[in-house]
């Protein structure tokens, strides 16, 4: 049975629902991390090659251009209609995917839109560049192939293979492959150039919001509080990582791999042992996308929020620290709570004297 709270001004919200409410409140701060504020949700995050610029894309209908160097705004890219939820960088442009169910692409120094394309009929939740192409996968359950050199900009494929909405897409290291995750729970290899499916994976057993692949290994995660590792050539699952809620995005950084979840959290495991070696506490809302530039990790937030950490050996054992400290004072605070003052004794002491009067 759910609890529909009695607080004034709550009605219709459960009592957990209130709980979790007031425990992102108690976390709300602007500071950790080296946060960098933002008027809207990050959606997705990207860091340029040469690593002097961020580029995120914004519920606002925009992405924004920040230099890593001074941590400033220095663009804007507008004319969507809807959120954008995903970006694509290759060389001299920039191409973005919106709820308005466009795909644009941009020039990279002016912020000029060169080109719309158009062909999804629902969200384009994901998109990417490789070679001559750009993939992208949307809501309509399609996964449509782009012709993209020379400005030419057509559609060249369209494939309807997933039951459900298409959520992100990731290239294999020699770009011949390319992999797609759903709603579905499951995850297809596409051969880029013959637009068909070679090999499924399944597994999770309900929505799958990130892909990365390294090496031979396919890195999941999942609505179902898990990241799963996939050997590519066997299609057999050979790694688990649970969580405490979803997982919404993944980023590999040389022995580690780093989880983004809706517990507000981000996760530095061990990629030979599988042990997470720390749980980085800062932002105060679903951590929904992460990318890498050499030890900095950048994560983007519902928050309203980009921010920086430090994946050093020793920036790790800090936050161990941090979040001991933190849990040490969450228990003392829990504990004064819980000891009666002398007016509150006196009065319980009355009030069983009343009762046994009776």
């Given at each position: 049975m759910v609890n529909v709270s009695q607080e004034a001004g709550a009605f219709f919200q459960t009592d957990a629902e209130i709980a979790?409410?007031?425990?992102?409140?108690a976390k709300y701060n602007y500071t950790a991390g080296?946060?960098?504020?933002l008027s809207s949700k990050a959606l997705e995050i990207k860091v340029d090659e040469d690593g002097q610029y961020l580029y995120v894309a914004e519920s606002g209908f925009f992405v924004r251009k920040i230099s890593?160097?001074?941590?400033?705004?220095?663009?804007?890219?507008?004319?969507?209609?809807?959120?954008?939820?995903?970006?694509?960088?290759?060389?001299?442009?920039?191409?973005?995917?919106s709820w308005d169910k466009t795909i644009k692409q941009w020039d990279i120094a002016t912020a000029e839109c060169l080109a719309t394309l158009e062909g999804h009929t629902d969200f384009v939740k994901t998109i990417l560049?490789?070679?001559?192409?750009?993939?992208s996968g949307s809501s309509d359950c399609f996964i449509r192939k782009w012709h993209i050199?020379?400005?030419?900009?057509?559609?060249?494929a369209a494939e309807k293979k997933h039951r459900r909405p298409i959520e992100t897409l990731a290239p294999s290291e020699n770009g011949k492959y390319v992999f797609s995750g759903s709603s579905d729970g499951t995850v297809l290899q596409w051969d880029v150039a013959t637009m068909q499916v070679v090999k499924s994976f399944a597994g999770h057993d309900t929505s799958i919001y990130c892909i990365r692949v390294w090496e031979e290994d396919l890195w999941t995660a999942s609505a179902d509080k898990t990241v799963r590792r996939f050997n590519i050539n066997t299609g057999k699952e050979d790694m688990l990582l649970e969580h405490p809620d979803r997982v919404k995005s993944?980023?590999?950084a040389g022995p580690y791999i780093v989880t983004g979840a809706s517990d507000d959290n981000i996760r530095v495991w061990d990629v030979g042992s599988s042990k997470l070696l720390c749980t980085i506490e800062g932002h105060f809302d679903e951590v929904g996308s992460l990318s890498v530039l050499g030890t900095i990790l950048y994560s983007g937030s519902l928050d309203?929020?980009?921010?920086?950490?430090?994946?050093?050996?020793?920036?790790l054992e800090k936050y161990n620290e941090e979040a001991r400290?933190?849990?040490?004072?969450?228990?003392?605070?829990?504990?004064?709570?819980?000891?009666?003052?002398?007016e509150e004794e006196r009065e319980l002491a009355e009030l069983l004297l009343s009762d046994n009067d009776e």
């Open positions: 979790k409410q007031k425990e992102k409140a080296e946060a960098i504020k890593l160097a001074t941590s400033k705004t220095v663009k804007f890219f507008k004319g969507h209609k809807g959120p954008v939820t995903t970006v694509a960088i290759c060389k001299d442009k920039l191409w973005t995917g560049v490789i070679g001559d192409y750009l993939l050199k020379n400005g030419d900009n057509k559609c060249i993944i980023a590999l309203c929020s980009v921010r920086k950490w430090s994946l050093t050996k020793a920036a400290l933190q849990k040490q004072k969450k228990e003392e605070a829990k504990d004064t709570a819980d000891v009666l003052t002398e």
